[in-house]
């Protein structure tokens, strides 16, 4: 994460700090557990020891981190045997960060559909849009696969699609489709508790004991299929982190698609010509984590607030120009 740009950061802390709470709140409204854990994250086999003591202070103290419990600490290989017994013996040191938490994606979207949907929104899907009408410095209208819908503003936050759509405005949207695959290994609940990570590949422990493992980095435009050699790539690199993997059964492979961007900053801003459309996409790797984040600036955009006490101004750095 200390790679990250600034931008990114900042909505990343935005979503650690408000996360808990919201998982709380879905649960308690819907029943749907979308699984919150502060499961802590290890990222093993690093050298880049002042660039993370140097985010990790920054991003605590964006978070209100409890400054007398420790954020970020560089731990060795006896320290890691402690946290994470299985972990392989030839990873000789470890970043710790033992405040850093998860949610499970499908579980946290029925979550959030439930909610929408008792608080009496509507959910219209499989439905295509197939055009954007304006008029006036307005979008009127969008004709979809299933009739005509009018609204009074109107969000693309279509992830990899996004460009897609904006074409027809006279938008020229810096987003590509990258694919990434997964495979999920079934394990018994507890036998890995925190996420690890090495060289680009994570592992990342559900309380149900399925242990996900990614992902790749393909630039193979709209293609979703699933592929032996990320199987194999995957694979190994989880077997390489923990050896019991091997003997786990895989139980699952997938793919989706990425809305890739420019170091991964989002776009999240109003359309130049059409002032009741708002853009929101280009999150790249890390949808969920500054999903929430992007979310109240595209809300306050709609909403036309006062971007300033989020400490975050219309134009700079989300701006689509």
Known sequence: ?????????????????????????????????????????????????????KWSREFSRKVSYNQKAQFFSRINNKEIARIEPEVAENFL???????????????????????LIQKGVKIITRANVE??????????????????????????AAGAWSALLLKDTGVSLDVEPVRGQMILFRAEPERLRTIIMNNGKYLIPRRDGHILAGSTLEYVGFNKEITDSAYSELWQAAVNMLPFLENAPVVNQWAGLR?????????????????????????????????????RIAAELINDSNLNKLKITSGSPYSLL
Request: charged share 20%.
């Open 1 to 53: 994460p200390w790679r990250y740009p600034e931008a990114v950061n900042i909505l990343s802390a935005y979503g650690h700090k408000k996360y808990p709470k919201l998982a709380a709140d879905l649960f308690r409204a819907t029943g749907v557990d979308p699984e919150y854990v502060r499961s802590g994250h290890l990222v093993l086999n690093t050298e880049e020891y002042d660039q993370a003591k």
């Open 93 to 115: 040191n470890a970043f710790w960060f033992p405040a850093m938490g998860q949610i499970r994606n499908p579980c946290l979207m029925k979550s959030l559909i439930k909610d």
């Open 131 to 156: 055009k954007i009408n304006t008029a006036a410095g307005k979008v009127v209208s969008v004709e979809t696969s299933v009739g005509k819908k009018s609204a009074e503003n109107y969000l693309i």
């Open 259 to 295: 809305p890739g961007s420019t170091n991964g900053i989002p776009t999240i801003d109003r359309h130049p010509e059409f002032g009741n459309l708002v853009i929101c996409t280009g999150h790249f790797r890390n949808g969920v984590i500054i999903g929430l984040g992007s979310a």
